[in-house]
Structure formats: C-alpha cells, structure tokens
C-alpha cells in the first residue's frame, strides 16, 4: 500500500476522529471496503449531505439543517422554560429523555482560567438576551458535575439573578447505581439532598 | 433531532462501525459537523473515491485500486517467497515491518469448523495455482497464533508438502513484553523454542 493511494488517504482521515486511532482506522477502512456496497458508498452519500447541510442555530447553538432549528421553531416549545447545556451532546440526551418541552441554550463549553475561555467565548450574551425575547421565566442550567461545569453554572445563575428563576438538575445515586462505585463528591450530594421515604 | 435529517441518517450509518456504537458515533458525528471543512468534507471525498476505486487483486486478495495489486504487479517481489496471511490487516502489519519483500497470499479467514468454513471458502485452491505460475520456492505461513489459525496452517503446510518448502513465523516472547503479562502458551511456546545465549 503506498501512502498516495486513496486507501491511505481514508485510514489516515478516519485516524483523527475522536476516538479512533491508526489501528482502529484501519480496521474500520477494510470494514468498509468488504461492505462497500452496502456501507462506504451510504456514508459517503450521508457525510456529503451532512457536510452540505449541517449548520448551527443562530439562536441556541444546536446543529440541524437550517439556521433556526426546529426545536427553536417549534410554537409547541415555548414553554417560557430554557435548558442551558454545555454542547450539543448534552441537549441530544435530554432530547432522548424525551422528558423537557422546552428549548434550549447551547454554551458551546464552559467558561476555563486555565484554557482562557470567558463568558464571550460561550453563547452567554446571547442566553441573556433570549430571555426577554422568548418570555423566559425559568432557566433550568443542565451543566455538567464537573469543576468548571459548576463553575461556569454559578457565574450564570449570577449574571441572570433576580429577572429570571434559575433551578439545575438534581445530584444524587443515578438509577440503577451502585453506591460502592460511586465518587465521594455523588454520595455526598446525595446524602445532603435525602428526602423522606 | 428528527429522525429522518441527514445529521440523525449519518449518526446511524456510523454507529455500524466496528468499535463504534451510538455514544461514540454521535460523538464523531459532532465532531465532524464542527469541523465540516477541515474533516467531513475531506472524508466524504476520500470515502467517495475508495468506494469508487477499491477492489480486491485478483491474484492474492489484498485491497487496492487496480485488478492486480502494485505488490503482485511489482517484478522486484517475484522473489520466489509467499507469505500467506489471514487478512488484509496482516498483510499491512508485514508491510509495516518493512522486512518482506517477497509477495502475499491473503487467505480471507481461516478454516472453521463451526462456522462452516471450509478450504474452498477461503483463498487455498488460488494459492496452490500460484506456486507454479509464479515460481514460489518457499510459502512462508504468517496465520494468528489462534486455534484456528493454526488449524489452518497445518491443513496447507498438508496440502503443500512437498510441492515447496513451508516456514512459519517464530513464536516466542514479543520484543518488549513482560513475562507477566503473556499467557501461557506463548512462554511455552518461547521456552521450547528457546536458543543458546
Ligand atoms: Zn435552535
Ligand atoms: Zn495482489
């Protein structure tokens, strides 16, 4: 196999995804190559449609087809509720929950001193502005437990004090977890957050 | 996230690679919408140009761009030698050593009883045909050190015998390994084979 051949091109492409190394690269490409009737030329079809396609909302920050997504589209979703998330990850698992009718606002990371990210690196002066123009009576901030998640919810909950209520998602044991593999930092919150059984 | 938007298509498409499953998949997907022109549209063109172009050689199985691969094209590898691999990804893996510069025959398994898979499943009657028309002196076994692999080894070193001379690759402790962490049979393997210091 010499290094100019259109095989050599892909393993060496699929080797920087997040995930993937040269060893699973190669892998995948012989994979596809076997199927390639049935999977390489499908994904082929499909990255160039999402490539042409895929864009950011102007508003939130999720991804989709269109500027404005549908979830910011959606009449149904003005619910006066915003879920404030770090990345678009985190909106798609609470979209799989299929528990909030809500919209959204995608931060795009969390504010870091050590990686210089400020609030104007994050989607915040857009989060305040939203909330008078989409009647937002509750931001609900569904950050990640992580230092710079906690961080980055508590400068919010700051900035929005008082024109808005601001609530975040409970911590505690997840369903179907089991104490003894959980950190200190889950046990703790959970203990300090019982309720009457 | 509808599920008929190509973003949701390709998420689809690419948990049905190996190793990857929906998290991980979604989690590329993101990644490539977020770098759409350095990586996605890049990956759609190279896997645009393997599904047109990647064929297996007729003549030892390898995965190229042409009818005959450019090692069983190459007049400087008609050495006489032929290593015989299960796969592709172990032809690669003697190529990356840069020690052979003989040819290959890639088997496309190995037998298996339980499978079903019989010598005719694989590339064994293709490999017999070549030892005359190429002038092989010596095939070279390179299977896995795996039950079947083996299997399969001793049934062509059988179907061979005679006919050429028949190697296989050494067994023994890897370069670096600890001892501690090779299974039994490899420092077995490694001991009956062991040499004067
Ligand atoms: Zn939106
Ligand atoms: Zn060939």
């Known amino acids: 196999m010499s290094r100019n051949d259109p095989i050599a091109a892909l393993i ?3 080797a920087r995804l997040p995930g993937l190394g040269p060893r699973s690269a190669r892998r995948v490409v012989l ?3 076997r199927k390639r009737g049935a999977l390489l030329q499908p994904l ?3 990255m160039q449609a999402v490539a042409r396609s895929a864009r950011e909302c102007l508003n939130c920050g999720n991804v989709g087809t269109s500027d404005i997504c549908e979830i910011c589209e ?4 003005a619910t006066g509720l ?3 998330v770090e990345d678009v990850a985190d909106l798609w698992a609470m979209e799989r929950s299929g528990v909030f009718r809500g919209r959204y606002h995608v931060l795009g990371g969390t504010l870091s001193a050590l990686d210089g990210v400020g609030p104007d690196d994050l989607r915040i002066p857009q989060l305040k ?3 008078a123009s989409e009647g937002i009576t509750e931001v609900i901030l569904a950050l990640n437990a992580t230092i710079d998640g906690q961080t980055t919810a508590h400068y919010i909950a700051d900035e929005l004090g008082g024109a808005v209520s601001v609530t975040s998602l409970a911590q505690g044991v997840p369903i179907g977890g089991e104490l003894d593999y959980l950190d200190d930092g889950t046990i703790t919150a959970a203990l ?3 309720k009457a059984f």
């Not at 959606?74 to 979703?77: L, N, T």
């Open 129 to 131: 502005s939203r909330l």
């Open 31 to 33: 994979h596809l190559i």
């Open 192 to 194: 300090n957050a019982r």
């Open 44 to 46: 082929a079809d499909a």
């Open 74 to 77: 959606s009449e149904a979703r």
């Open 12 to 14: 060496d492409l699929m």
């Open 82 to 84: 915003l879920c404030v």
